[in-house]
């Protein structure tokens, strides 16, 4: 776990520099507005994206996490595409409606151009999005994320330094259309990794061969998934369309490039999320949950510790970053701190959603997003209201903090999985077997080993008695 975890914390690392450099250059190209503009179409085409699947993405992981023929796998690869075409031809309709409304009717071409990019950028973003998926049980989650981390903003990076060294005009639709060339270009790219390309071959030969009741019947047993995998987005990825509605583009541009900042104290999280799907998946069918615990504490005991490290780390470097973009962007400063403790007690946590999407708690979790979401996004709008944009990103820190807290204490009532760190950070490196006590009362040797060691020393004297 801890080598594929720290695998994919190196890429991430990589991925999350060249995102810098990438982020910077977009931002003084397009300026303020420009860049608010392409970050709100952004938001929104990645929640389609994440949306579009309807859940089958997730049942995809879960049934590759165990060993299947290249048959198997081919047929869930290939329904798992046909119903994410279904879905994806009706949020297309949808987005150009709305271009159409608030381009004849409504007359705001602000959102009008929105609806415009992202109906341009999310199918390239589903269709790499749905790679990642399918790869991370078949490869690992380092290569899984590879060409997305490193590859993709790679090239960005190159486009936009020809770009500005040219001097040729960039505007957010400009940098929209190109964005969703280089990502179906990396995605062909990735179709180098030989399970990969089986897999896709394999999932072309049984197209024919699908019925279409199964295909609907995935996308039903998928819908449990939405609320989970919706709600994560828009709790973390997709806020600046809720700033763009009550602060406007210009503040939605500083939102957006603070949110990379901060997201560094996260990487451990993704990192982990990642790895930790198909071992909880597969602990899990097992029946293994003492292990699943121990696996669960451990990831999240070392993921808080790298969350913390980072976070410091980006508040003692901050003022740098009004030299990095600009005297414009001062107000990106005053947002890093609510948004780095946001960070650290997602990471205090561990990793929640892999835990509930695999062990049968998909519903549980969707419950309880509908009932967050809408508490998040009031107290959104009543600070951003009150205090700019600098009170949306207090809002954001009470938001992650309540949802922490009810699954802590959900996972525990229906699981008993303690999803906190462990005291000791050495217990985290030690393999299940090693841990001290008895197997059934492993949980409490690791909270308190003097006094549980004391409770079974006596009774094994009342046993011999």
Avoid at 152 to 164: E, G, K
Avoid at 293 to 312: D, K
């Amino acid at each position: 776990m801890l080598s594929d975890a720290f695998g994919t914390l190196v890429v991430r690392m990589v991925g999350i520099a060249l995102i810098f450099g990438s982020t910077t250059l977009t931002a003084r190209i397009l300026g303020p507005a420009e860049y608010g503009a392409y970050s709100a179409a952004t938001a929104l085409a990645l929640l389609l994206a994440t949306l579009a699947p309807l859940g089958s993405d997730r049942i995809l992981v879960q049934s590759l996490s165990t060993s299947k023929s290249d048959t198997e796998i081919g047929r869930e690869t290939a329904i798992t595409h046909l119903g994410t075409a279904c879905s994806v031809a009706v949020l297309f309709c949808g987005l150009m409606a709305t271009w159409l409304c608030c381009t004849f009717v409504v007359v705001n071409p602000n959102w009008a151009r929105t609806s415009a990019l992202a109906a341009i950028l999310f199918i390239p973003l589903t269709i790499i999005y749905l790679r990642q998926w399918l790869a991370i049980p078949l490869i690992g989650a380092r290569r899984a994320v590879m060409p997305e981390q490193t590859i993709l903003p790679l090239i960005f990076i190159t486009t936009l330094f020809t770009v500005a060294v040219m001097k040729l005009p960039l505007t957010a639709t400009t940098t929209v259309i190109a964005y969703a060339g280089m990502i179906l270009f990396v995605w062909l790219l990735s179709l180098k990794s030989k399970r990969i390309r089986i897999a896709y071959r394999s999932a072309i030969s049984v197209f024919p061969e699908i019925p279409k009741p199964v295909v609907f019947q995935r996308m039903m047993a998928g819908l449990a998934y939405v609320a989970v995998a919706v709600g994560a987005t828009i709790a973390q990825s997709c806020m600046p369309l809720t700033i763009a509605v009550t602060c406007g583009f210009t503040e939605t541009a500083y939102y957006a490039l603070a949110m990379p900042f901060a997201a560094l104290a996260a990487i451990p999280l993704g990192v982990f999320n990642l790895t930790m799907f198909p071992r909880c998946s597969r602990l899990y069918q097992n029946g293994q949950m003492a292990e699943a615990e121990h696996a669960v504490r451990s990831s999240a005991t070392i993921m808080f510790g790298l969350s913390v490290g980072i976070g410091l780390l980006v508040w003692m470097f901050s003022p740098l970053l009004v030299v990095l973009l600009g005297i414009e962007y001062t107000t990106v400063c005053r947002l890093l701190p609510a948004l780095l403790l946001a960070a650290m007690i997602d990471s205090l946590t561990g990793p929640t959603l892999p835990v509930m999407q695999t062990m049968k708690m998909e519903q549980t979790c969707g419950r309880m997003l509908y009932a967050s979401i809408p508490v998040q996004l009031g107290l959104i709008y009543l600070l951003s209201r009150i205090a700019s944009v600098e009170g949306a990103a207090v809002a954001y820190l009470l938001s992650r903090v309540l949802w922490n807290v009810a699954v802590v204490l959900v996972i525990k009532r229906l699981r008993g999985i303690t999803m906190l760190p462990y005291l000791s950070f050495r217990l985290a490196w030690r393999e299940f077997h090693e841990l001290p006590g008895p197997p059934s009362a492993q949980t409490d040797a690791i909270i308190n080993p003097p006094a549980v060691e004391q409770v079974w020393s006596i009774a094994a004297e009342r046993k011999v008695a």
